[in-house]
């Protein structure tokens, strides 16, 4: 499985067609997932026992999971859209858990782990839903473009 997805990340990367920022961001998720699979993988199989800085390497980026899919979806309903700075705001949490991982309190990491994890799923979420509607908002006015009400 790991496998796959990075390959498929690879190969969207460095693919060349119009859609071409699309196919990166799509990439990225694609490799946030791989590196979260490998992250449960070796916790699974006990990784940290026999290596120290195991536990200590940032692998999970799941804060950037949901920004990464509605600027997948974004670019491509609009293959126009170009990224700007203040869009880097949608990635601004994925600070909050690299410095979770990074940071040496490992007491109350078990804690900080578990609120990431919630607030990720709710970033998900919240994310999904501003697909949606970006999605349906493209369709109504592509269906009002045409004429048809």
Known sequence: MLSIGCTLAFLLWLASKANRAANRFLAAALVVSALWLTRLLGTDIGLASHSPVWSRLPLQFSL????????????????????????LLHFSPLLLELCAQV?????????????LNILAFVSVFWYLYLCRNTIDNFYTQKTLGNGAH
């Open 64 to 87: 950037a999971l949901g920004p990464l899919l509605y600027f997948y979806v974004l670019t491509t309903i609009r293959p126009g859209y170009q990224f700007r700075r203040m869009d």
């Open 103 to 115: 940071l040496p309190f490992a007491e109350s990491l078990k804690t900080a782990t578990f609120i």
